[in-house]
């Protein structure tokens, strides 16, 4: 009788609680930032926890002497797509549906693991089982009803909503790739390192952005801003994002970019507690059947 290692389900636990912090970033925190740029809120949310990781990651630069052009490739990807692009895509969706209507954006998040599954296959040559496929089509398939009910996708939001779909898409395109890229570079080294210099990079990439598009304007950033930019850092952000790495290298990229699907469920939870935002009991019910997939996808051996 096959089992599944304790180190796994450890995990998957670390995935989901690193997820459901991203579903209370995007519905409690990233609004409190609607008053800046795009591309300075994307920015400060790499540098400052950047920042932090100084004082007690530092010794991470020791790294860069072993680094090779392959390894460079893969942290330079999680980058541009985990860090700058799909960030980017994901609040640019928030603010073009002015952080209302969630359920359209975090919808397509779910999408991810279509865009993972395929690419673990192609990239990290991961062989998907049919248990697993079935199980993957459950969540996804109970993740729509979570978000619609037994009703057809509003898009009579205002004319930014289309635009709002696109970056939507873009996101989770971009999110599922740097779980593939993530879980390749995390064969080699440590989620602290990957974690350090995913920041890092990103912070690079995201100053040139804001240099070349002249939104580096830091006296539109009010005390409250600063204060939700720390505590994004130490929580939501890189606080998060090491535990999704943590779990990330004790897991199949496939089988952890299902666990991530606990980001749109708890944001949609969350806007029901903070906005009162009511489910239909379908949407229960769909949540009900996502836990179910997703306990039986931690069940399966890799």
């Not at 630069?61 to 541009?80: C, G, V």
């Not at 898409?169 to 570079?185: D, E, P, Q």
């Not at 699907?261 to 009162?276: E, G, K, R, T, V």
Request: no cysteine; aromatic share 16%; glycine share 6%.
């Amino acid at each position: 009788m096959n089992k599944t290692p304790k180190i796994a389900i450890l995990g998957a636990i670390a995935i989901l609680i690193a997820a459901s912090l991203w579903g209370l970033d995007s519905v409690v925190l990233m609004p409190k930032l609607f008053n800046l740029g795009l591309g300075l809120v994307v920015f400060l949310l790499h540098l400052i926890p950047f920042g932090i990781m100084q004082t007690f990651l530092y010794r991470e630069y020791k790294q860069l002497a072993k680094f090779t052009k392959l390894d460079w490739l893969f942290l330079a990807l999680i980058a541009i797509f985990g860090g700058a692009v799909g960030t980017l895509a994901i609040v640019k969706a928030l603010y073009l549906v002015n952080f209302t209507a969630l359920s359209v954006v975090v919808v397509l998040q779910k999408l991810q693991p279509v865009f993972a599954i395929i690419m673990a296959a192609f990239i990290l040559k991961e062989k998907i089982k049919k248990d697993f496929a079935l199980w993957a089509t459950i969540a996804i398939i109970a993740a729509y009803f979570v978000s619609f009910g037994l009703n057809l996708p509003n898009f009579q939001t205002g004319s930014n909503t289309i635009y709002a779909v696109l970056y939507a898409l873009l996101a989770a395109f971009s999110f599922g790739s740097s779980t593939v890229f993530g879980k390749k570079i995390l064969q080699k080294y440590s989620f602290p390192t990957v974690t350090f210099y995913r920041y890092g990079l990103t912070s690079i990439l995201m100053f040139i952005y804001v240099l070349a598009t002249g939104n580096l304007n830091l006296s539109a950033i009010t005390s409250q801003n600063w204060l939700i930019f720390l505590i994004i850092a130490v929580t939501t952000g890189s606080g998060a994002l090491f535990l999704y790495y943590w779990g990330l290298k004790k897991l199949k990229a496939s089988s952890a970019t299902i666990f991530e699907l606990a980001f749109p469920i708890s944001a949609i939870i969350f806007d029901y507690f903070m906005n009162q935002n009511h489910l239909s009991m379908v949407q229960w019910l769909a949540i009900l059947v996502m836990f179910i997939a997703i306990r039986k996808i931690s069940l399966l051996k890799d």
